[in-house]
Nanobody, 125 residues
Framework: VQLQASGGGLVQAGGSLRLSCSASGGTFRSTTMAWFRQAPGKEREFVAGLWRDTGRSYFADSVKGRFATSKDNTKNMMYLQMNNLKPEDTAVYYC???????????????????WGQGTLVTVSS
């Protein structure tokens, strides 16, 4: 599976951005997909994800109510809609995939096999 993230940029606090992740290869419909982010000097952390069996979305507490994620299986695309952005959301955002991940590993970046190249989101105060 090859992934490519895009859509990052500079936005003021309170603004919105939509990230996109295009996928090729593999079976997109039955693959668990997730978004992670990594701020300078910090570890990569789970942001949001879509579980393969149910399509249900899950979010980190820090972004609940502000972010939404979705998949378009007809286009092999995943999206992360980010609203009410805060300066602490500044990070490089990555999309990731793993068709075989177990649920207990869902938020663990080390358990994902496939990664996009990352897209930088900068939120100014």
């Amino acid at each position: 599976v090859q992934l490519q993230a895009s859509g990052g940029g500079l936005v003021q606090a309170g603004g919105s951005l939509r990230l996109s992740c295009s996928a090729s290869g593999g079976t997109f419909r039955s693959t668990t997909m997730a978004w992670f982010r990594q701020a300078p000097g910090k570890e990569r952390e789970f942001v949001a994800g879509l579980w393969r069996d149910t399509g249900r979305s899950y979010f980190a507490d820090s972004v609940k109510g502000r972010f939404a994620t979705s998949k378009d299986n007809t286009k092999n695309m995943m999206y992360l809609q980010m609203n009410n952005l805060k300066p602490e959301d500044t990070a490089v955002y990555y999309c990731a995939a793993n068709p075989r991940i177990i649920f207990s590993d869902f938020e663990n970046p080390q358990r994902y096999d496939y990664w996009g190249q990352g897209t930088l989101v900068t939120v100014s105060s």
